[in-house]
């Protein structure tokens, strides 16, 4: 039973576009989110992440956006640069409990 | 500041084998995570340590264990090793246990282990 889905295992989006990542969750006890950023050869590095009190969370050019009624996160990256290319993993855990991860979405930022 | 550890980077065994991966955490850090992550199966949680005591575990069978040491590094011990544990296993760590899910996961780069 897979608590935190990512659909689309890729994308591709132009430079200076507008990426968005989607990701949605069953489990409604989750109250933290967060995505995760991971290059090849690399574990995982933080990115973002925004408390279910919040609709949206902004960082720089990275911005999350939750949605409580339709259980639904999204990551948008504006503009998109070359270095965002990775897989992005979405995150949620509920009331300090583990982590339970996505199984991530390739974006591949095309010149 | 160093960031999370893990050795070996690659291991390679046969199946009926024990595989021994090893993590250190940031300093400072008392909680150490681990997870698998298989082929097309994202990251999955297996084991949860912190200030030496097993907090969480995933569904992951008993063969699979490990333990933390005084100093917070961490083993993850894989008994009877099968093909199908081939997958690259990570390691995380934060400054204490996520009581509040606030305290971010820093991730080490990983120890791919390949099962023939």
């Known amino acids: 039973d897979q608590q935190v889905k990512q659909n689309s295992p890729s994308l591709s989006v132009q430079e200076g576009r507008i990426s968005i990542l989607n990701c949605d969750y069953t489990?409604?006890?989750?109250?933290?989110f967060l995505w995760y950023k991971k290059y090849p050869a690399e574990g995982p590095t933080f990115l973002i992440s925004?408390?279910?009190?919040?609709d949206k969370n902004e960082d720089g050019r990275f911005t999350v956006f939750l949605n409580k009624s339709a259980k639904h996160l999204s990551l948008h990256i504006v503009p998109s640069q070359p270095g965002d290319s990775a897989v992005y993993f979405c995150?949620?855990?509920?009331?300090?409990?583990?982590?339970?991860f996505g199984k991530g979405t390739r974006l591949h930022i095309l010149p | 500041e160093a960031g999370v550890t893990q050795s070996p980077t690659h291991l390679i065994k046969t199946r009926g084998q024990q595989a021994t991966l090893r993590c250190s955490p940031i300093?400072?850090?008392?909680?150490v995570y681990w997870y698998q992550q298989a082929l097309g199966l994202g990251l999955q949680f297996l084991l949860w340590?912190?200030?030496?005591?097993?907090?969480n575990r995933g569904n992951f069978p008993p063969r699979f264990s490990g333990r933390q040491f005084p100093n917070y590094s961490s083993e993850l011990n894989v008994n009877a090793l099968e093909l199908e544990d081939s997958a690259l296993y990570l390691c995380?760590?934060?400054?204490?246990?996520?009581?509040?899910?606030?305290?971010?996961?820093?991730f080490g780069p990983g120890t791919r282990l390949t099962v023939l």
């Open positions: 995380a760590s934060s400054l204490r246990a996520a009581s509040t899910s606030t305290d971010t996961q820093y």
């Open positions: 489990n409604s006890m989750f109250d933290y």
């Open positions: 925004i408390s279910s009190i919040k």
């Open positions: 995150a949620a855990s509920a009331l300090g409990d583990k982590i339970i």
């Open positions: 300093s400072g850090h008392t909680s």
């Open positions: 340590y912190d200030e030496g005591e097993e907090r």
